[in-house]
């Protein structure tokens, strides 16, 4: 469980602050839910304090995890033959993302962050591609700046130094 005012990740959309407790009548039932306020967006969310597990909400990572997610992006990224850039891998691929993202992880976000990059520098990346590495960069930058107490900035510039090796 969570205490007020600590700073979570919702995996997907970025990191909150417990902002309260709310109790409310649901069908007869009452419930129990966190507000999160998310730091970088304009949203606040109810979850069932019951549902934080199924939703993925988790703490904010170690600095171990951190050091863990920079080292992935030191590794080389998957090689993907030009038969995978075509749509119908990019479905499949994109779907294996959606699923990492959900998950959360420092890791798996760098995974795929270094993946996309990976994939830029052989290709131009489409849309689809192209919001999802927006979306996975912003999501890293977000909780590893916090967890570092370092400026958005700095973070973003080492991201793309490391997974431009």
């Keep these: 469980m969570f205490a007020l005012n600590e700073k979570v ?6 990191v ?5 407790v709310v109790n409310k009548c649901i069908g007869g039932q009452e419930s129990v839910f ?7 967006k304009e949203a606040t ?7 934080l597990e199924a939703a993925g909400i988790r703490p904010l990572s170690s600095g171990d995890n951190v050091k863990d997610a920079f080292r992935v992006l030191t590794e080389p990224a998957r090689k993907i033959t030009p038969y995978e850039f075509t749509a119908s891998n990019w479905n499949k691929r994109n779907k294996e993302y ?3 993202l959900r998950r959360g992880s420092l890791r798996d ?5 270094r993946d996309l990059r990976y994939i830029s520098s052989q290709k131009e990346l489409s849309f689809g591609e192209k919001n999802l590495l927006n979306q996975t960069e912003s999501l890293l930058v977000e909780e590893i700046s916090l967890i570092q107490k370092r400026a958005h900035e700095k973070t973003v510039e080492e991201l793309r130094t490391l997974s431009a090796r």
């Design 98 to 100: 959606q699923l990492k």
């Design 34 to 40: 966190f507000e999160l306020t998310f730091l970088h």
């Design 109 to 113: 976000l760098s995974e795929v962050y």
């Design 16 to 20: 909150a602050k417990v902002n309260r």
């Design 45 to 51: 969310v109810l979850v069932p304090t019951h549902n």
């Design 9 to 14: 990740v919702y995996p997907g959309y970025g």
